[in-house]
């Protein structure tokens, strides 16, 4: 594969800087694991002290190497890291790995020992990673660049010592320790790992780089990663659309998810957490697997070697319990996954063979007539395999009753390609044979539920990112040269306007008399509010009078708002007032857009008006979105029976709301960054046939 990255990660010759004739050091280690695991390249320590390290001949500088090697690791102290990767350069090596610790993450004189490491890596174009970083394996090669004790601790691969590459899984962190941590978890369970990766302070090659590298090797199918922080937005969102094409799972830990995680993250690497709600529901929009804890994700990590079954949320689950029927769904539908009730043909066939007082409805209580009837488990199986009602199949049976299900179970997988999976919290002698035939088994119950729901999951999800990835492919960027600084809600609004968000009908009025007249035009009763671009909260302001019901209400409003908005802020730009009719929805909505630092444009819909702070009701998603889109925003949300008629109210005219909301991502996107925020609040979405309205609206220019 030709990747800027190859010559780090898929190295054919390996020059160590720094090199220890001692294992347990930093610079010995890589050494000791490249002769133990009989790496195939050619390997140059580099130390003056010594003539051979661990049997390779040793030389005295890096311009004393044969020949130009692939990859240089520096395990020399961080002052003199810079130095040496310009003669590195000189001599033609193609790529490094900086050890030392003492950079950005120290601040002082790291953060100029960085800057400069910067500028020869981006003058050079060598391609630099770390520095403050563990190194690397290819254990597919083994290339082995990490000073780390795991790999002699684990189960070893086919790879290690065997006949061709075998590791399927990557592993990316941006912490060393959390690196050898999972890797450990993925070695217990059997999953093979082909690429070990801690990317360290990232000052040349960062997170994302690393992605896009495993998303196109042909050799990787699924990637596990720890991040702290992603310092370019862009890159991720297209490495995990690669991700999403390739239908390799993206199983991402993300640290920071509280303050004092946060303030963790930034210690450790100086990095910056990020909006925590904006990563979740980009994780999701991107179906990302977004691991909980580590053995988790290495569950999951072996789950995706099944994921040549079809699958996805909708769950059927067979067991000889009934409790443990109803735990099962219980813990299923908490973590978000559908258990439908089965149509009545599929329970009628079922009914066959089970006796009345088992559930044929969904959960399947077989009951203990599996027993005296084990042909019957055929037919149980055959039908859940083609029926159009469920997604994915979870049987759980304790040691010997598993085992009696499990040759029919292997026959009805052989010619169907649903997913079925299995539970057994006893011995059965089956396991390995069942998931020989693809059937993955679990031990635990609870294990079992938190690696099976996200998966599905992500199964689920495959259709609606390649949906995106082609929305986003057709986004034309920026295409409306319009001065933006300095607009009002009415400018505001009509610009909205002409990208099809509708706004309230309403009039400016620059005094009491324009006002009155105003009023008159629109018809009693009216709101007034103060119009001025500078000042975006006009209740805190005083600058909002509702249900004015004559001309001497209107007067009277009109100056107590021009009274009450200088107070508030003398300095602002006072247009007057804005004069709407007093009206009513059926329930009102926010739409806003925002630039997140690290993932561009994103729009936030939730329950509107001034209590959107308080109850947090949102959703978010990255721009561009489409009706369908909005569509599955505004079902997310728990206030989403407001709309629906909810305890026989009016329904609300949903499809409006849907199409204004789209709209303002159009706005957004022809607009471009020079609209910093644009926001509606509230969107007033009226009875069903009757529209939507932007009663208030605000756009903040770059």
Same mark, same amino acid.
């Given at each position: &594969? ?26 010995? #280690? ?10 195939? !390249? ?67 004189? =790291? ?71 999972? *890797? ?11 690429? *070990? ?15 896009? +590298? ?38 991402? $830990? ?24 904006? +990563? ?18 290495? @569950? ?52 066959? !063979?089970?006796?009345?007082? !088992? ?95 996200? $998966? ?33 809600? +009415? ?50 302001? =005083? ?6 019901? @004559? ?16 107070? $508030?802020?003398? @300095? ?9 009719? #007093?009206?009513? !929805? ?21 329950? =509107? ?19 369908? &889109?909005?569509?599955? #925003? ?69």
């Amino acid at each position: &594969m030709h990747h800027r990255l190859t010559p780090l990660l898929q190295p054919r010759s390996i020059a160590m800087i720094g090199a220890s004739n001692n294992p347990a050091r930093i610079g010995g #280690m890589p050494l000791d694991l490249l002769k133990t695991f009989n790496f195939e !390249g050619q390997v140059y320590p580099v130390n003056p002290k010594y003539e051979e390290v661990f049997g390779y001949r040793c030389y005295a500088d890096i311009e004393s190497v044969p020949e130009a090697p692939d990859l240089a690791v520096l395990a020399i102290g961080a002052a003199d890291v810079t130095a040496m990767l310009r003669r590195c350069h000189a001599r033609g090596v193609k790529a490094a790995i900086v050890y030392a610790a003492g950079f950005a993450e120290m601040g002082g004189e =790291g953060v100029g020992l960085q800057e400069e490491l910067e500028r020869f890596a981006q003058e050079s174009g060598m391609v630099v990673a770390g520095p403050n970083c563990m190194g690397f394996a290819n254990l597919n090669t083994n290339a082995f660049t990490a000073f780390a004790t795991v790999f002699k601790n684990v189960p070893p691969q086919g790879a290690i010592g065997g006949s061709g590459p075998s590791g399927r899984s990557g592993l990316v962190t941006q912490s060393g320790n959390v690196c050898s941590t999972v *890797f450990a978890l993925m070695r217990q369970l059997g999953v093979e790992v082909g690429h *070990f990766i801690n990317t360290g302070n990232e000052a040349c090659v960062e997170f994302s780089e690393y992605l896009d +590298y495993l998303a196109q090797d042909e050799q990787t199918d699924c990637v596990v990663g720890y991040v702290e922080q992603l310092r370019n937005g862009q890159r991720f969102i297209d490495a995990a659309l690669a991700f999403a094409e390739a239908n390799k799972p993206l199983i991402l $830990y993300k640290a920071g998810q509280t303050e004092k995680g946060s303030e963790a993250v930034r210690s450790h690497t100086s990095a910056l957490a990020g909006n925590m709600a904006v +990563y979740e529901a980009a994780f999701q929009q991107l179906n990302i697997i977004q691991g909980q804890d580590f053995t988790q994700m290495a @569950d999951i990590a072996w789950l995706s070697g099944f994921r040549h079954r079809t699958g996805g949320s909708r769950v059927a689950i067979v067991t000889l319990s009934g409790a443990l029927g109803a735990i099962l769904a219980d813990k299923f539908i908490g973590a978000g996954l559908d258990v439908p009730t089965l149509p009545d043909n599929v329970q009628q066939a079922l009914r066959e !063979g089970i006796p009345d007082y !088992g559930m044929v409805s969904n959960p399947i209580d077989v009951t203990g007539n599996i027993v005296n009837n084990p042909d019957f488990v055929r037919s149980v199986f055959g039908v859940l395999a083609k029926t159009d009602a469920i997604d994915t199949v979870v049987i759980y049976a304790n040691g010997s009753l598993l085992d009696r299900m499990a040759e029919p179970l292997m026959e009805i997988c052989k010619e169907n390609q649903r997913l079925f999976v299995a539970i057994d919290t006893g011995k059965a002698k089956c396991r390995e044979q069942l998931a020989n035939a693809g059937i993955p088994v679990f031990t635990d119950i609870g294990r079992a539920t938190q690696a099976l729901a996200p $998966y599905c999951q992500w199964l689920a999800r495959r259709e609606s990112v390649r949906h995106w990835a082609e929305l986003r492919r057709q986004a034309t960027g920026a295409n409306v040269e319009r001065q933006l600084a300095g607009l009002d809600e +009415y400018q505001t609004k009509l610009l909205l306007a002409e990208f099809g968000v509708p706004p309230v009908p309403e009039m400016p009025a620059a005094n009491a008399d324009a006002a009155v007249e105003a009023a008159g035009r629109i018809g009693y009763p009216v709101v007034l509010k103060v119009l001025s671009a500078d000042i975006a909260h006009k209740t805190e302001a =005083g600058g909002v009078r509702l249900n004015l019901q @004559d001309e001497a209400q209107v007067r009277a409003a009109f100056q107590a708002i021009m009274e009450s908005a200088r107070s $508030y802020a003398p @300095d602002a730009r006072i247009h007057g007032v804005l004069v709407q009719p #007093m009206s009513k !929805g059926v329930a009102e909505l926010i739409a806003g857009i925002t630039h997140d630092p690290v993932f561009g444009a994103t729009i936030t819909v939730g329950l =509107g008006g001034v209590l959107t702070e308080l109850y947090r009701d949102v959703s978010h998603r990255i721009l561009p979105v489409d009706e369908s &889109m909005v569509s599955d #925003m505004l079902h997310s949300l728990k206030a989403y029976p407001l709309l629906d008629g909810y305890r026989g109210k009016a329904k609300a005219d949903v499809g409006a709301a849907i199409a204004a909301i789209a709209a303002l991502s159009r706005a957004s996107q022809a607009l471009g960054a020079a609209a910093q925020e644009i926001e509606i609040n509230p969107l007033q979405v009226r009875e069903a046939g009757s529209g939507a309205v932007a009663i208030d609206a605000l756009l903040l220019a770059r």
